[in-house]
């Protein structure tokens, strides 16, 4: 069965430290990759998504994120993070070149500190 | 903009009684979900449906049933509800293929 890896559950930082929050998948075909992120009190939004071609991703806020095909990863980093960035953070999956149900991540609740 | 909404934010409800929750998105979109949100297990998936009056199980089916009349709607059912049943329950549409999913602000359900 498909499944997705979020190997942190609770990430705390300080403002201006770096971030990277890992995501592993286990399905060998073709993927499409996503991050969403959820604000408290707000619903999912999504931060960025990979579906073919280069591999770095940029998404909203400066986030970006690299699908490595052969760890079967897709790792969140953010080079600075500021306190407005406190969310939980879920990485999704769906296979193949048709979007059908997404797998979801465990999430990680990323906490910043002024 | 594409908009999914949950018509109920906040419910109470008694073990037992039966409850609607109602998703409908104004995108056209033929693939509608129902996940369930709680704390520490992410979001799971209870049924999802294709099209007009199809459905598949998801994840954990169980205690729920849902509906698809019309292409906007997609109805989620607890025939009887039960404490367990206590969660944050989300409905997201896509068109399908490469597209993105999108979901609506959530829907905060308690069994008393």
């Known amino acids: 069965a498909q499944s997705v890896s979020q190997h942190n559950h609770h990430v705390i930082l300080s403002e201006a430290a770096s971030l990277e929050l890992g995501c592993n998948y286990s399905?060998?075909?073709?993927?499409?990759l996503f991050w969403y992120v959820q604000y408290p009190g707000q619903h999912l939004q999504l931060l960025l998504k990979y579906f073919s071609g280069d591999p770095l991703v940029k998404g909203i806020k400066g986030f970006e994120a690299e699908f490595i095909k052969s760890k079967f990863s897709f790792n969140l980093r953010k080079p600075s993070v500021q306190w407005s960035d406190t969310a939980e953070y879920f990485c999704?999956?769906?296979?193949?070149?048709?979007?059908?149900?997404?797998?979801f991540g465990r999430g990680t609740q990323l906490t910043v500190w002024p | 903009d594409v908009k999914v909404t949950q018509s109920s934010r906040y419910l109470v409800k008694r073990t037992g009684e039966k409850v609607f929750l109602e998703c409908v998105q104004d995108?056209?979109?033929?693939?509608m979900f129902w996940y369930r949100q709680d704390p520490g297990l992410g979001l799971r998936l209870i049924y999802f449906s294709y099209d007009v009056k199809m459905k598949e199980k998801g994840d954990i089916p169980e205690g729920y049933s849902v509906s698809r009349e019309k292409k906007e709607r997609f109805s989620l059912i607890l025939e009887s509800a039960s404490t367990n049943q206590t969660s944050m329950y989300l409905c997201a549409s896509t068109p399908g293929g490469r597209n993105t999913i999108y979901f609506g602000e959530g829907s905060w359900l308690t069994v008393v």
């Open positions: 399905y060998g075909g073709t993927v499409n």
């Open positions: 999704a999956v769906t296979r193949g070149s048709t979007l059908g149900r997404l797998y």
């Open positions: 995108m056209d979109h033929e693939n």
